[in-house]
C-alpha cells in the first residue's frame, strides 16, 4: 500500500540552513541573483523563489521586520569607486 505524498513538488537543492544562508548573504552583500545562482548551483528564477519563501517565514515570525518601525535604519554605501578617466589632455594635479 502506498502513502500519500504530504508535500508537493520537488525536493530542494538546498537545505533550509544553506537557503537562510543564501538569503542573508543577498540582503547582506546585494548581490545578482544570477551570481547567487551560480555559487549554489541554482537557476535564477529559483533563487528569486528561494530568497522569497524565506524572507515571508522570517516576516511571519515576528521577529524581522522590512518595514520601518521604531528602530528605523538606513544603510547607504558610501564606498569610493574608481572613475576611468581618459588619459590624454589631462592635467597632472
Known amino acids: 500500500m502506498c502513502r500519500p505524498r504530504t508535500k508537493l513538488g520537488s525536493i530542494p537543492k538546498l ?15 546585494y548581490r545578482s541573483q ?16 528561494t530568497i522569497q519563501k524565506i524572507e515571508n517565514k522570517l ?8 518595514s520601518g518601525g521604531e528602530h528605523e535604519c538606513i544603510v547607504v554605501d558610501a564606498t569610493e569607486q574608481e572613475i576611468e578617466r581618459p588619459k590624454r589632455r589631462q592635467r597632472i594635479h
Open 15 to 29: 537545505s533550509y540552513e544553506e537557503q537562510l544562508c543564501m538569503t542573508l548573504t543577498y540582503f547582506r552583500e
Open 34 to 49: 544570477y551570481h547567487l545562482g551560480v555559487d549554489y548551483g541554482l537557476s535564477e528564477s529559483n533563487v528569486c523563489r
Open 59 to 66: 516576516m511571519r515570525s515576528g521577529k524581522f521586520s522590512l
